[in-house]
């Protein structure tokens, strides 16, 4: 082999090694498991799994937590009640979800919630967890309805940002002689589950996902409650896709 051959084999070899070493450099630079936002979604969605799995088949009494099985990569992102109300005030669209672990009705729901998100490619939903951070009310001695726990700050503020499709505090109730007495709490209320869609900072659809033909929380979820469940969510999940925030599903789920 001449000289000549071998100065233009290392010259292509190092060539070949430059190539190889910028793309190297590029791929952990770019690396998408290393990005903060992925990064977040991605522990928060672990995270989310094992909060909810590790209670699986636990004793409630006369019941038992229902069994869940949450996908690796499910769309929950963990944010505090302050976090949301910074999000909503800075005029961002997004999907939040209010529940908590041991949530009964939640746990029915989520199975399904997950998706049909899926479906419509939505990979991002937020989650707080309201358990802890809501206030409550008593009737005291006279009847009354007392404040017991104040909220947070940040609850409290959700109160009045999401108002518009809240629920209102379910009145509190005592018996009198045969009849039974509602006392009602000028209040609304973040339920469990509550799931609530943000379009450029205002509140503008809430879906439990809850059917009308679970009568009870720990119920087994027949054929029918869960394709109930998959229309709600799927209507629901188009609002959010859609321009005018309207849902049209032109055929049955199921």
Known sequence: MSRRSRATICVVVLFMLIGALIVYIFSELFNESEIPEVKEKNESALKFKKEYESINGEEVGDNKVRELSIPDDNPFIYKTAEEIVDMINDKESFIV??????????????????????????????????????????????????????????????????????????????????????????EKRIYAPNVIIIKNGEAIALESGISDKQEGAYQELTDDIICDMKEKFSCFFEKFISDNGTCSLNEPIC
């Open 97 to 186: 979800y209010f529940g908590f672990s041991k949530c009964p009705w939640c746990r029915s729901v989520l199975p399904t919630m997950i998706e049909q998100a899926k479906e419509k490619n939505i990979d991002k939903i937020y989650y707080v967890d309201v358990l802890d951070i809501r206030d409550k009310y008593e009737l005291d001695d006279n009847h009354k309805a007392v404040k017991t726990k104040d909220g947070s700050e940040g609850y409290n503020q959700l109160l009045e940002l999401l108002s518009s499709v809240l629920s209102n505090y379910s009145p509190l109730t005592y018996t009198k002689g045969k009849k039974t007495i509602e006392v009602k709490i000028n």
